[in-house]
């Protein structure tokens, strides 16, 4: 399986500060059809995830702009530009260009 | 608005049996591959597997750790999704959620049923 492997694990926040979060993977997620299948989403606690990037650096309807995804190959980042109170929680990248799909472990974004 | 509402968790002994449903709207639901994801207490995501529409048909894909006693399966009339699961164990409990995918899992999610696999 591929191994998704996010750094850090737990990052303390500024408000109004940028934050990123970065996502490395065991194998290429370049897919044959020439896309790369990297998602970010966001939950906290008690709430089901929300998707905010797919496919590497599509954001999602409705998702802030202050959210973007970048990266290729097998190294990937997402970045927020000015942290708010809201984007507190559990951040994971998930990869579904190979089989299984697979998570990171999650990076814990607290002020 | 769309909207994916589960329903049929609950307590089941190791070895037994449960059905969890996913009623979906606002969108084309037979159009959709979809998806399952569990979340153990305190843990991680983990794909469990998903139906996958082809031109006429559907097919399934799992993960190891559920291949062979989980099945997915769909009523596209009744926009619903199901996730049967059969000889249950204790590392199955989790909350298990339905996403619906586009360009990829989880473009909405449900809001998640618990699991809890216990004698």
């Known amino acids: 399986d591929v191994v998704m492997t996010q750094s850090p694990l737990s990052l303390p926040v500024t408000l109004g500060q940028p934050a990123s979060i970065s996502c490395r993977s065991s194998?290429?997620?370049?897919?044959?059809?020439?896309?790369?299948?990297l998602t970010w989403f966001h939950q906290r606690p008690g709430q089901s995830p929300r998707r905010l990037i797919y496919?590497?650096?599509d954001r999602d309807s409705g998702v802030p702009d202050r959210f973007s995804g970048s990266g290729s190959g097998t190294y990937f980042t997402l970045t927020i530009s000015r942290v708010e109170a809201e984007d507190v929680g559990v951040y994971y990248c998930?990869?579904?260009?190979?089989?299984?799909?697979?998570f990171g472990q999650g990076t814990k974004v607290e002020v | 608005e769309v909207q994916l509402v589960q329903s049929g968790g609950g307590l089941v002994q190791p070895g037994g049996s449960l059905r969890l449903s996913c009623v979906a709207s606002?969108?084309?639901?037979?159009?959709?591959?979809m998806d399952w994801v569990r979340q153990a207490p305190g843990k991680g995501l983990e794909w469990v597997g998903r139906i996958i529409k082809t031109r006429q048909t559907y097919t399934t894909e799992y993960s190891a750790s559920v291949k062979g006693r989980f099945t997915i399966s769909r009523d596209d009339s009744k926009k619903s999704l199901y996730l049967q699961m059969t000889r249950l164990k204790t590392e199955d409990t989790a909350v298990y959620y339905c996403?619906?995918?586009?360009w990829g899992l989880g473009e909405f999610w449900g809001q998640g049923t618990l699991v809890t696999v216990s004698s």
């Open positions: 996403g619906k995918d586009n």
């Open positions: 496919k590497v650096s």
């Open positions: 606002g969108f084309t639901f037979s159009d959709h591959h």
């Open positions: 998930l990869q579904g260009t190979h089989w299984p799909q697979t």
């Open positions: 194998q290429s997620l370049l897919h044959s059809d020439r896309n790369t299948y």
